[in-house]
């Protein structure tokens, strides 16, 4: 049985960091909405409480039952949490009157073998938060203080309940916090009492077990893309039930520059049951002349399922539909602001499942990024596709501004392949989480020896991030940049400007479409 923890979170811009902690530990950790707790059985050893962007003291609070959870399993309260817990048990939270954000260290650590064990008085943490805690609610003690916070960690470690409960009100989870990830090892492992086995390895034998029990001798149908997620789902379904896994990887036309030839040989090198389809003209056909985004997108999406349903056909036996998605997208994320709203259409392929009358397998789904990739590797799949950077699943066609042509995909392609070969030249590539060429529907006047030229600009997109939600422009060396833009407008005839993109997201978005 896998351990877990289970996090309730409250909204915060950090829970996923404390569930990525958490399997930083090897345990497994879990991430639900404040308010839907799930039956605590046995594979639950502690539980979580995030913190949040509201106060305890609004009117509209998230104020769960804490019975349920308090003196079940041990729990750890962060920031909004901790405070919650002081207010839920009879605790006074007051608005806080200092600066109760930043850099700050522990004074008077209460150690031996709780929480704080290992950790130094003058550690230092990283506190977040607009409230504070004045009274402690009864059979609570205060466990540490800083320089401005009197009760920055307190606990209830006695006979009020019958499991312990530790309350902190910073961010343990965050790197500032330079003993954090101390103190979550202690609550983890030394209170909860984790095993701390949730390693690749083990995943991977225990996910196949799982996958065998639930496919027994069905047959089951995957559509690579190319990127690591789907190519590792296959990976593992491979190893389950070998050759009763077929593989799509449709060649829509919009890839980079000879990736479809290139990623098409590293599957079979993998021993993978591949077909490869090639309908770039179909997708092409469908692009003609459409310039809307959500259009291309929608465009894109409807022949994909054409082409893979009419594919599909010819197999026999077919019972489930694999898929490559992974827990940033299945993690429910409590509303801060409202219903959200539907920036782009990501999943273009939606509904494919229903239409075919089959059932889903999604091996990755409790998998963050990183897990995928690490996971790839014990699977022995070849580091250059681990390592890739994310793709759109509509390719270049979200990065030709305005309307698609056979053409204008080959002049980007080229320019791109240019830039993606310099940055992993430069040693780059690993450093950002993705980039990219976008073709621009602007000409500009330029010369080129005596002559003048009117030709097509290109941006070049580059940035930093953890998960895609958030990203920085990456800082790439002016030197590159130098060197990439005297290459592309040297070598490829038809683009005679090319500029670099520092927008931050939000509010831009990563790609342009
Ligand atoms: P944005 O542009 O929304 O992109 O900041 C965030 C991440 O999502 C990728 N992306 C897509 N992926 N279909 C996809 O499969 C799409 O339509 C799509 N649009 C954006 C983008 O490349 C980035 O990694």
Not at 77 to 84: F, L, S, T, V
Request: aromatic fraction near 8%; proline fraction near 4%.
């Amino acid at each position: 049985m896998t351990e877990k923890v289970l996090i309730l979170d409250f909204g915060s811009q950090y829970t996923q960091l404390i569930a990525r902690r958490i399997r930083e530990l090897n345990v497994f950790s879990e991430i639900v909405p404040f308010n839907k707790v799930p039956q605590l059985d046995d594979s639950y050893k502690a539980v979580i409480l995030s913190g949040s962007p509201f106060s305890v003291r609004e009117e509209r609070a998230l104020r769960p039952d804490l019975a349920e959870i308090v003196g079940k399993r041990p729990v750890l309260g962060i920031c909004y949490g901790a405070q919650y817990i002081a207010d839920f048990y009879g605790g006074t939270v007051s608005r806080s009157l200092k600066r109760e954000y930043g850099k700050a260290n522990l004074g008077r650590i209460q150690r031996a073998d709780g929480l704080f064990a290992d950790i130094e008085t003058g550690s230092q943490v990283w506190m977040s938060h607009g409230d504070t805690i004045e009274h402690l609610p009864e059979g609570f003690e205060l466990l540490a203080s800083t320089a401005d916070v009197e009760i920055a960690a307190f606990g209830s470690l006695g006979d009020r309940f019958a499991a312990p409960v530790y309350c902190i009100q910073f961010h343990p989870e965050v790197y500032h916090s330079l003993d954090g990830k101390q103190l979550l090892e202690n609550f983890v492992l030394k209170i909860a009492g984790c095993r701390g086995d949730w390693t690749p390895a083990h995943f991977i034998e225990q996910t196949v077990e799982e996958l065998q029990q639930k496919i027994g001798d069905d047959r089951v149908l995957l559509g690579l893309s190319g990127g690591v997620d789907s190519s590792v789902a296959a990976m593992l379904l491979h190893r389950a039930i070998g050759d009763r896994l077929f593989c799509f990887f449709i060649d829509n036309g919009l890839l980079r520059k000879g990736e479809f030839e290139e990623v098409e040989r590293s599957y079979e090198g993998m021993g993978l049951n591949v077909t490869a389809i090639d309908a770039k003209q179909e997708f092409y056909s469908a692009l003609a002349g459409e310039s809307d985004p959500e259009k291309k997108r929608k465009a894109i999406g409807r022949v994909f399922i054409e082409v893979f349903e009419r594919e599909a056909k010819k197999l026999t036996n077919i019972k489930y539909l694999a898929q490559g998605t992974i827990y940033p997208d299945v993690i429910e994320s409590v509303s801060v602001h409202g219903p959200s709203v539907t920036i782009k259409s990501h999943h273009n392929v939606g509904g494919l499942p229903e239409k075919m009358g089959l059932k889903i397998v999604e091996p990755l789904r409790n998998l963050f990024k990183d897990e995928v990739r690490r996971v790839g590797g014990e699977l022995g799949m070849p580091a250059h596709l681990i390592g890739r950077h994310p793709f759109p699943g509509p390719g270049l066609a979200i990065r030709i501004l305005g309307d698609i042509t056979p053409e204008k995909v080959r002049l980007l392609q080229e320019a791109d392949a240019i830039y993606i070969d310099k940055m992993r030249e430069y040693g780059l590539y690993d450093q950002v989480w993705q980039a990219g060429t976008i073709l621009l529907p602007v000409q500009s006047v330029g010369v080129m020896g005596d002559e003048r030229t009117y030709e097509q600009a290109v941006a070049l997109r580059a940035v930093t991030s953890t998960d895609g939600m958030t990203a920085e422009w990456s800082h790439l060396p002016y030197e590159f940049l130098a060197a990439v833009s005297s290459s592309i407008i040297n070598n490829v005839k038809g683009i005679n400007r090319v500029v670099y993109d520092i927008s931050t997201k939000p509010p831009a978005t990563i790609e342009w479409e």
